[in-house]
């Protein structure tokens, strides 16, 4: 069974969110940045109040991933014999190539994101989310604006598509 479902996961999270004065609470083993942030929150999905299991980032760091992933396929695309290898070492031919496709595919004025959420039902803890935010940082009030008016059934995300500044080498 999916604890995420539970009334008592449910008002755990609730009680511990309380306390630290918040809507949400960091998931303590998880990473931390500026750029991103993994949090649990309650609301209603679905009809039912539930726990979410979110991992909250930045628009510009959807904008880089998205760019990394299409320079490694066009790589692998053109040397097939790659495929396996690390692209996330600092050097190697492999890496050089990637960085080039990066910064070519970073000047397309077409490679644009604009914000999302995208729900995950298929996960063993609440529902998963990916929560993508036209915001500089992800900070504590960040999150805490974006859980507000989710939970209030306000938040509209930015449908605008976006392109951002691109500095060779960039990761």
């Not at 990637?98 to 803890?125: G, K, N, P, S």
């Not at 989710?150 to 951002?164: I, M, P, R, S, V």
């Amino acid at each position: 069974m999916n604890k995420g479902f539970s009334q008592e996961e449910i008002e755990k999270i609730d009680k511990m969110a309380a306390q630290a004065g918040q809507s949400f609470v960091f998931q303590e083993e998880a990473e931390r940045s500026e750029d991103f942030a993994s949090i649990f929150f309650t609301g209603i999905y679905k009809g039912k109040k539930v726990v979410f299991d979110a991992f909250v980032y930045t628009l510009e760091m959807e904008f880089i991933s998205n760019i990394y992933d299409a320079a490694k396929d066009a790589v692998l695309e053109e040397n097939p014999e790659y495929e396996g290898l690390d692209f996330d070492e600092d050097e190697g031919e492999h890496v050089e190539l990637m960085e080039e496709f990066a910064t070519e595919l970073a000047r397309d004025e077409d490679f644009q994101v604009c914000e999302y959420i995208d729900f995950d039902e298929d996960v063993t803890y609440g529902v998963s989310m990916d929560i993508c935010l036209n915001m500089p940082e992800i900070t504590t009030e960040v999150i805490e604006d974006f859980v507000s008016r989710y939970q209030q059934g306000t938040y509209q995300a930015d449908k605008t598509f976006y392109a951002f500044d691109w500095e060779e080498g960039e990761s």
